[in-house]
T-cell receptor
Framework: AQTVTQSQPEMSVQEAETVTLSCTYD???????LFWYKQPPSRQMILVIR??????QNATENRFSVNFQKAAKSFSLKISDSQLGDAAMYFC????????FGKGTMLLVSP | NAGVMQNPRHLVRRRGQEARLRCSPM?????VYWYRQLPEEGLKFMVY????????ESGMPKERFSAEFPKEGPSILRIQQVVRGDSAAYFC?????????????FGPGTRLTVL
């Protein structure tokens, strides 16, 4: 069984600032992936970044990076130089073949 | 390469009717997953299918819900005798193969409203 906990229902950030979204998870799998997906008002689910659990190096995609602490089962997302288009619901996700989603963190970006 | 396609995007049904949701995976993808999203919630896994096979249906309600992924054509999620509690957004995702090696790519979802 897998669980994902996002303790921040909502976060706010100003344009050009940096924000970190928290996530903890629990899984019995030995091999798994971790993901952050974003869901803007269009409701389309968009992959932001993924991390292989067997890799120690933190994944980075342009302005998005993760802090993966495997022993602590923590997987936070850092967004640098925030943009208005980053405003969305962000879901922390883990899984092997089927995915388990957290409840999401709504990110608000102000000018 | 077209993304995952779902239709209809919006579906309205009265209680007791049937709802059929369609999902066409990305080209080259043979694995399909269905998820349901209730308001203010994350997505919840329902069923995982390969062509002509149900691999994992542990998240699907035992009654009224069924899914198929035929050899030809889209995957279908069918809900019989819908009730108001079935109102939700239903997302389909696809991947080239199973397991942790492949990312799932999501369709735009079908929003089902039961009156």
């Amino acid at each position: 069984a897998q669980t994902v906990t996002q303790s921040q229902p909502e976060m706010s950030v100003q344009e050009a600032e940096t924000v970190t979204l928290s996530c903890t998870y629990d899984t019995s799998e030995s091999d798994y992936y971790l993901f952050w997906y974003k869901q803007p008002p269009s409701r389309q689910m968009i992959l932001v970044i993924r991390q292989e659990a067997y890799k120690q190096q933190n994944a980075t995609e342009n302005r998005f990076s993760v802090n993966f602490q495997k022993a602590a089962k923590s997987f936070s997302l850092k967004i640098s130089d925030s943009q208005l288009g980053d405003a969305a619901m962000y879901f922390c996700v883990t899984g092997y073949s089927t995915l388990t989603f957290g409840k999401g963190t709504m990110l608000l970006v102000s000018p | 390469n077209a993304g995952v396609m779902q239709n209809p995007r919006h579906l309205v049904r009265r209680r007791g009717q049937e709802a059929r949701l369609r999902c066409s995976p990305m080209k080259g993808h043979s694995h399909v997953y269905w998820y349901r999203q209730l308001p203010e919630e994350g997505l919840k896994f329902m069923v995982y299918l390969q062509k002509e096979n149900i691999i994992d249906e542990s998240g699907m309600p035992k009654e009224r819900f069924s899914a198929e992924f035929p050899k030809e054509g889209p995957s279908i999620l069918r809900i019989q005798q819908v009730v108001r509690g079935d109102s939700a957004a239903y997302f389909c995702a696809s991947s080239p193969s199973s397991g942790w090696r492949d990312t799932q790519y999501f369709g735009p979802g079908t929003r089902l409203t039961v009156l």
